[in-house]
């Protein structure tokens, strides 16, 4: 029954969001706060992860193909497959739901255990318009930073299979055109938009309706990461049977 009630309330807050707007003005400056603090800080440690972890996937792969009858242009078909459709979408999400989320649940939960969210409340102001519209909206700039993370992640790809000795950069650059289909780009792209509004509205759902003092602002964090990270691996089941069945 708890269960049922958080979705209940999490729905009702999505409703709230829009029902009395804060002020244009008001709201341009905290969006582009949200881009900075949820975006643009992001885009470090997304580099420094997809490049790396491309790099793994070549060497891996290479590693694995024993068989010379197998062509080594596999090598780069395989990196880019895995990177397009899973590395860059999910695994990044998941990333971030650790860095946003827990960033986003535990700024909007310190507000609630300081009373401010009751003050905006005092002064006219619907709190979830102004403290959660600005995150979505902010978010609806992940899909570019998914985009980096795909191009980041096949340069790693390369790099490591082209000096690491495993591919010639001929046979690498064959493979990552080999059969490629344009859909799995807008796959990827529509993935990352749901998951840029998974990462915006549960954090936030966390971080508004906690309870308690500075104790529960840490286990509510955690409670959102655990919990939004779960809901982005259910999505991204549900999507991949709706988008590529």
Same mark, same amino acid.
């Given at each position: 029954?708890?269960? +049922?009630?958080?979705?209940?309330?999490?729905? &009702?807050?999505?409703?709230?969001?829009?029902?009395?707007?804060?002020?244009?003005?008001?709201?341009?400056? +905290?969006?582009?706060?949200? $881009?900075?603090?949820?975006?643009?800080?992001?885009?470090?440690? $997304? %580099?420094?992860?997809?490049?790396? &972890?491309?790099?793994? $996937?070549? #060497?891996?792969?290479? =590693?694995? *193909?024993?068989?010379?009858?197998? !062509?080594? /242009?596999?090598?780069?078909?395989?990196?880019?497959?895995?990177?397009? *459709?899973?590395?860059?979408?999910?695994?990044?999400?998941?990333?971030?739901?650790?860095?946003?989320?827990?960033?986003?649940?535990?700024? #909007?939960?310190?507000?609630? $255990?300081?009373?401010?969210?009751?003050? +905006?409340? @005092?002064?006219?102001?619907?709190?979830?318009?102004? =403290?959660? =519209? !600005?995150? #979505?909206?902010?978010?609806? *700039?992940y899909p570019f930073v998914i985009s980096i993370a795909m191009f980041v992640g096949i340069?790693?790809?390369?790099?490591?299979?082209?000096?690491?000795?495993? @591919?010639?950069?001929?046979?690498? *650059?064959?493979?990552?055109?080999?059969?490629?289909? !344009?859909?799995?780009?807008?796959?990827?792209?529509?993935?990352?938009?749901?998951?840029?509004?998974?990462?915006?509205?549960? !954090? /936030?759902?966390?971080?508004?309706?906690?309870?308690?003092?500075? =104790?529960? @602002?840490?286990?509510?964090?955690?409670? /959102?990461? @655990?919990?939004?990270?779960?809901?982005?691996? &259910?999505?991204?089941? %549900?999507?991949?049977?709706? +988008?590529?069945?």
């Open positions: 029954m708890r269960y +049922l009630h958080d979705i209940g309330e999490y729905f &009702i807050m999505l409703k709230d969001i829009f029902r009395r707007m804060t002020k244009p003005s008001v709201l341009k400056t +905290l969006i582009f706060k949200e $881009v900075d603090d949820l975006i643009i800080n992001s885009m470090g440690i $997304v %580099i420094f992860i997809s490049f790396f &972890i491309g790099g793994v $996937v070549t #060497i891996q792969t290479a =590693l694995n *193909l024993n068989n010379p009858l197998i !062509p080594k /242009s596999l090598i780069g078909f395989t990196a880019r497959q895995s990177i397009i *459709l899973e590395f860059a979408p999910t695994f990044i999400s998941i990333i971030m739901a650790g860095k946003v989320g827990s960033y986003i649940t535990s700024s #909007i939960g310190t507000m609630r $255990v300081t009373e401010q969210i009751d003050a +905006l409340e @005092v002064m006219g102001i619907n709190s979830l318009n102004y =403290l959660v =519209l !600005p995150k #979505i909206v902010a978010m609806l *700039l340069g790693g790809a390369y790099m490591a299979g082209v000096m690491g000795g495993f @591919v010639a950069s001929d046979q690498f *650059l064959e493979g990552l055109q080999n059969d490629f289909i !344009p859909f799995h780009l807008a796959y990827a792209f529509i993935k990352s938009f749901i998951f840029a509004l998974i990462l915006a509205t549960v !954090p /936030s759902y966390h971080g508004y309706y906690m309870k308690g003092g500075a =104790l529960e @602002v840490g286990q509510a964090s955690t409670t /959102s990461f @655990v919990w939004t990270s779960v809901i982005l691996i &259910i999505a991204n089941y %549900i999507l991949t049977q709706l +988008l590529l069945s």
